[in-house]
């Protein structure tokens, strides 16, 4: 996590004659009949919102449509280190994984964070001897649509696979998941599981800003913070 100010916090939708048999039957509706009144969506804050307080399941609960991953969470252990911590937190759903000392200098990872998310990428699958995952770009802020397909299809994917999703975001002030502080933050986070009756994401995040280790965040959300980076997937 880099922020924009120096700080050091704990270490992501009849036919005619039938009608008018029924017109000599039902009297007319009287012309003051109120209309329907259109349901509003809630808003992108609402939404946001609500899914910051949905209760967070057990690791590894799943049931149809919705799904989490069991992982081994820590928090960074420095400043700059939640890519070594978001890496580390994907590596658990699959092995017993090294230290963050080990995977920062594997990145490599110095005190001005993890450069690309494609460092990520190559750590990964060594550590898992795999090719699975991939480096997806996300250059266009907003995101295109097809840029959001992608990203939900994978984060279905991987989920299914046992394979948590690393992202790389810039949170500015007015976007930010729950407990944020009030400057941008470029900052590493993993993806650990989906629901989606109501399209939200759960987050593992290693920089301790929010109330809980892992928390919800609708997929609009994780669409836009990660723009102009990318994911490992």
């Not at 048999?21 to 259109?38: K, L, R």
């Not at 992982?71 to 890496?87: D, R, S, V």
């Not at 944020?180 to 109501?198: A, Q």
Request: charged share 10%; net charge neutral.
């Amino acid at each position: 996590m880099r922020i924009q100010e120096r700080t050091t916090t704990r270490l992501k939708a009849a036919s005619c004659g039938l009608a008018l048999i029924a017109a000599t039957m039902v009297p007319m509706a009287s012309s003051a009949t109120a209309a329907p009144v259109a349901v509003q969506a809630p808003t992108a804050a609402q939404a946001q919102a609500a899914a910051a307080a949905k209760p967070v399941p057990k690791p590894g609960y799943s049931v149809q449509g919705l799904k989490t991953l069991n992982i081994e969470f820590q928090y960074q252990q420095t400043g700059y280190w939640c890519g070594p911590a978001a890496t580390r937190i994907a590596l658990s759903a699959r092995i017993s994984p090294p230290s963050q000392q080990q995977l920062a200098n594997e990145l490599p990872t110095d005190q001005n964070g993890t450069d690309w998310i494609g460092q990520v990428t190559r750590v990964l699958n060594n550590h898992l001897g795999t090719g699975w995952y991939e480096t997806k770009e996300m250059p266009n802020d907003p995101p295109t649509q097809a840029q959001r397909d992608l990203l939900w299809r994978d984060v279905l994917l991987d989920i299914d696979n046992n394979y948590p999703i690393v992202a790389n975001i810039v949170a500015p002030a007015n976007n930010h998941p729950p407990g944020y502080p009030n400057y941008t933050i470029w900052h590493y986070f993993t993806v650990i599981g989906y629901d989606t009756s109501d399209m939200t994401v759960l987050i593992a995040d290693p920089a301790g800003f929010a109330p809980t280790a892992t928390y919800w965040l609708t997929f609009n959300q994780l669409a836009t913070l990660i723009p102009p980076k990318g994911y490992s997937a």
